[in-house]
């Protein structure tokens, strides 16, 4: 039973390509499917994982573009259901000239996936159940699926995955709602990634260091803050130690955190949780260090679905 969940957001992000303009006055928009878990997914696949992703869209075109793009893959879109009441999510990005991004969410049917519809999901036949949160946290009936199929997954023996991907523009208004809501995934999962800045901002502490001492008196899972060109840095059984990372020439980072989450499940998914357990930690860094060549591989092209179909596990070798 090698079979990989992901549960969360699938959206179209609409990224303005007029450089340096706000979104009021863009006139030009590439079409990108895109959602963390969305992501991952597709990095699985890629790799030559089997993997389910659950997630809502709507009856349109973009719903139906995001679910050819999972099958393309070789996604099972089996629990990528549509709504019929509400249009698919969408993102849009604009890039200001001062670095800064103009950013609008016009939230639809990924919000919608409801805790009826994934109590259906049969966790017995999975491993691994990854939850890329994003928009999860935010009210409505998805925040509640997430909880329900978190209770459901603690009860089975069964691999459970975090990646908080703090969203600010979602939740400038509600950090702390977002803090209390991942805290409980920190504490209920056994493997977790976090960015540095997020590590810092989930922990309140100004330094990567003091904020890992806390995910590692505070959490029993295994973890991993990437530190982008600094390496990864991995974090168990109350040690922690960097992995490097793997030097490329970056076109696009897009991607790259949610290409090493899914080389780091792919690679735990073959295992039993018992087997997880008492890995070592020269086999975690060996894991961690798969991941970091595949959030580099992700970082040679643009756009990280296009990425993905340069993604396979002979990069491991």
């Not at 039993?272 to 092209?301: F, H, V």
Request: aromatic residues 10%; negative net charge.
């Amino acid at each position: 039973m090698h079979k990989i969940l992901c549960i969360g957001e699938a959206l179209i992000d609409m990224i303005c390509t007029d450089k340096g303009k706000a979104l009021s006055d863009g006139e030009n928009f590439l079409k990108k499917p895109g959602g963390a878990p969305t992501n991952v997914a597709a990095a699985i696949a890629a790799l030559g994982g089997e993997v389910e992703l659950a997630a809502k869209v709507g009856i349109d075109p973009f719903g139906k573009h995001l679910i050819d793009v999972m099958k393309s893959f070789g996604v099972s879109t089996k629990w990528m259901l549509q709504d019929e009441s509400h249009f698919t999510t969408f993102a849009f990005v604009s890039l200001m000239e001062n670095g800064e991004r103009d950013f609008y969410f016009n939230r639809g049917a990924d919000g919608q996936l409801s805790r009826d519809e994934v109590d259906y999901i049969d966790l017995a036949e999975f491993a691994v159940v990854h939850f890329g949160s994003a928009t999860g946290f935010l009210p409505g009936p998805l925040q509640a699926a997430y909880q329900s199929l978190l209770q459901k997954s603690l009860q089975q023996d069964i691999l459970i995955s975090f990646d908080p991907n703090y969203r600010h523009l979602l939740f400038q208004h509600d950090q702390q709602s977002f803090k209390d809501q991942s805290w409980n995934f920190l504490n209920s999962c056994h493997f977790f990634k976090v960015s540095d800045e997020e590590a810092m901002m989930l922990t309140g502490r100004s330094t990567v260091t003091d904020a890992a001492h806390d995910f590692l008196e505070r959490t029993s899972a295994v973890f991993a803050i990437t530190l982008g060109k600094e390496g990864t840095l991995l974090g168990l059984n109350g040690q922690t130690q960097i992995i490097n990372s793997i030097e490329v020439k970056p076109v696009d980072t897009t991607g790259a955190g949610d290409a090493f989450v899914g080389a780091v499940l792919f690679q735990l998914a073959g295992k039993s949780m018992q087997e997880i357990k008492t890995l070592t930690p020269d086999a975690w860094a060996a894991i961690i260090r798969n991941g970091n060549k595949a959030g580099a591989r992700t970082c040679e092209y643009l756009g990280a679905m296009e990425a993905f179909k340069h993604l396979s596990s002979d990069i491991f070798k």
